[in-house]
DNA sequence: TGCTTCCTGCCACTTCTT
DNA sequence: AAGAAGTGGCAGGAAGCA
């Protein structure tokens, strides 16, 4: 990636085979094959990243590196706090690339018909796609920014209704059917309780879109609900004011509604202007402590008692320390939030004795899996017991945890927070750690079953048996063969049953998984069964998602924006940083639970600070296995993101030739199953809708084969495959909405790899 | 130290099977 | 049509690298 660089001694190679679709070339560099690392806490790396030319992956490290070309410009250093940051090369202004709100919005457009003005665009676009209908979401058509109204987030929490105005808000009475997206939200907030979320982006790839009604002053008024959060929004939301979601008390001309906000007449410069960019930061918005106002009101209200019907989902902490209570203490040291309305009920797993064998927070725990051997535990004691197994040698455990690290700066890092985290309640002081017998033939708890068999089981009435794997284990006992196969596992996998929760091991490895789908998933990364090639460059990936985003340094999307300031990031960890640096953000806020084995709970309580924009690619259809098997290839309708240029506005045509040819022309030969755009389209592409995957399932059914589905799906993504399109059209940037933004000098991923 | 990649539980959604 | 299985996105911390 960017910032990781081809290990010059891959840990393992691997020869392509015949069978694998990928370039020619030579030796493929499985980052991470299980080696060398074995026993490093249980953590090695099991790679899911292949390359096929080891160091020449350029376009991808190009990247990472990319900068404000200005390079006076103050703020290119790549920290959280330059604008420049993930903005790649801007070299006009308003910079097309910084992906902003507006940009983000506006680069989806591709209408023509007039400058980007924000979210009417978007809301356009959306309608085109077929977002209607939607009760609780909508865009903000007051302002220029389409910051959605807080609808969701609304709902999500008991927490007032009009947190925008009237006008944004939308009758409940006038919902449609409620689509699969909405009930996931709906589902998230009960179980969030008073979170409200501000996450309406997750889902706006799915979710249906009510047109908004356009406002007939696009200019918009500083009063346009189009503003970063700021902390009078957010109070106002808190007290369940039914004031309309106000904006910023920005003026039109504020870096705030130019996105990105560089500098509005300096075409010539490279990034955005430093003096703007103190003087926004210097903007309530940006402050610390507005910051903590709003983060005052927002623990307000999440840490409002929740009502029950979240209760069958309860988020369980993490593994009890031993004497340290698991009392909530989101409280970062900073912010003050008012103390927070004790825990409902009971808790008996908050409160019952470490050593209690059977609390019900112990239940689901996957938490309790020795990180080291695999094996599980019914309680946070006898896990902890079971470490000292573990421990002895090295000690680089967590004197309050026992938490076992690598390095000792990590542990000392941990140790800092951790103590932090205990002191309310710790004063038990360190566990004392004793060495154990190296062995216990079953500990407390503890269920194994191989090959279908339960080999060994150490109180199997005591074991709280999760449902699945008490109805496996019954099923099992009534010989049911499906299930016995289940848990026989096969070359891949076995399965062991712990605590009444069925636990699935890789057999290569042996890592542990609570869900089988985890599990298969992992396997890829040895069986290399399905591969996942970069549109942009030769690497390829035994997982989607770490395709997806590896390519996002490629297409250049930046998709985390800031609630605050609405600048908008790359990555998680850079919305983080910046969130941290320049708002003060506590993480520990609204980080999630994490699970022992690297997995990740969301935390009922958290908060999110940040809106996850819209992916710009379409949704790829689902491989199955058979798809798989057969081809290794992209599913045809597999369209890569939109490349940079996906922000249309963005690239002039050179660019967009350079970058055309940046993007592999076949990498998965998919090139080959988009028809060349026809005039029409090249015209006036963005026209077409982008389908949905229910179009495309629909299309599938119509034409009652999957392949002439996805085909004519293809045919109408056509838009979505930049090269061809636009190689022949240069005029096509002319069309776009954003054409002011066409000037930006946009340096195309890749595109130094291709020109030099 | 900063940043990227890896990782995995959970979830929503899609696709397949019955 | 319903249920099962498969798929991929997401969070956010750990690992790894420079
Ligand atoms: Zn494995
Ligand atoms: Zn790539
Ligand atoms: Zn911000």
Known sequence: MGGKKVSPTPRTTREVTG?????????????????????????????????????????????????????????????????????????????????????????????????????????????????????????????????????????????????????????????????????????????????????????????????????????????????????????????????????????????????????????????????????????????????????????????????????????????????????????????????????????????????????????????????????????????????????????????????????????????????VADIPSNSLGPPTLTMQPKEEPLEEGEVRVEGGVIVAQADITKARSGKKAQSLLARIQSDDAAAAELLAGDEHHFVKVVDGNVIYFCSVCERSYMTLSSLKRHSNVHSWRRKYPCHYCDKVFALAEYRTKHEVWHTGERRYQCIFCWDAFATYYNLKTHQKTIHGINPSLISSEKTANGGYKQKANALKLYRLLPMRSQKRPYKTYNDSLHNELLQPGETPPLPMPGLDCAMDSGDLLSHAQAVKSDPDDFSDSFHVAEPAEQSDHSGLPQLSQTDVSALTKHDGETEQGRTAFQSLSLPQLPPLRLKGDPGLVETQPSAGHVAAGFRAPGRETNTS
């Open 19 to 419: 069978e694998v679709p990928m370039a020619t070339s030579v030796a493929v560099y499985n980052e991470g094959e299980r080696g060398e690392k074995e026993g490093k806490a249980g953590r090695e790396r099991e790679a899911g990243h292949k390359e096929q030319k080891v160091g020449e992956c350029e376009s991808v490290r190009e990247q990472a590196s990319w900068e404000c070309e200005n390079r006076s410009c103050p703020l290119s250093s790549r920290g959280a706090g330059c604008m420049c940051v993930p903005v790649y090369a801007c070299t006009a202004s308003p910079c097309a690339l910084s992906l902003t709100h507006s940009d983000v919005r506006t680069q989806r457009v591709r209408g023509g018909e007039r400058e980007c003005e924000g979210n009417q665009h978007i809301a356009a676009e959306m309608q085109q796609e077929g977002f209607r209908d939607c009760d609780s979401w909508s865009w903000c058509r007051m302002g220029r920014c389409g910051i959605p109204s807080l609808q969701d987030g609304l709902i999500a929490a008991p927490l007032p209704l009009s947190l925008s105005s009237p006008s944004h808000r939308r009758s409940s009475s006038s919902s449609s059917s409620p689509s699969p997206q909405r009930r996931r939200q709906t589902s998230k907030c009960s179980d969030e309780g008073a979170l409200w979320k501000l996450d309406s982006t997750t889902d706006v790839k799915h979710r249906p879109f009510k047109p908004p009604r356009r406002d007939s002053s696009p200019s918009s008024s500083p009063s346009s609900s189009s503003s970063p959060m700021t902390a009078q929004t957010l109070m106002r939301k808190d007290i369940k004011s039914l004031l309309p979601l106000k904006c910023s008390k920005l003026s039109t001309d504020t870096p705030f509604h130019r996105s990105p906000p560089r500098s509005s007449s300096g075409a010539s410069e490279g990034c955005y202007d430093g003096g703007l960019w103190d003087e926004r930061h210097k903007l309530p918005n940006g402050s610390a402590s507005q910051t903590a106002q709003i983060l005052f009101s927002l623990g307000s209200v999440y840490n409002r008692p929740r009502g029950t019907e979240g209760r069958e989902k309860i988020i369980r902490r993490p593994v009890s320390k031993p004497g340290v209570s698991q009392g909530p203490s989101l409280h970062p040291p900073s912010l003050h939030l008012p103390p927070p309305v004790p825990p409902p009920p009971p808790s008996e797993d908050l409160t019952a004795p470490s050593h209690s064998p059977y609390s019900p927070s112990d239940s689901l725990k996957p938490e309790l899996i020795c990180g080291v051997c695999h094996r599980l535990f019914s309680t946070a004691a006898s896990l902890t017991v079971h470490m000292r197994l573990h421990r002895g040698s090295r000690s680089l455990n967590c004197c309050y945890c026992g938490k076992v690290f690598i390095h000792s700066k990590r542990l000392q890092s941990h140790e800092a927070s951790c103590r």
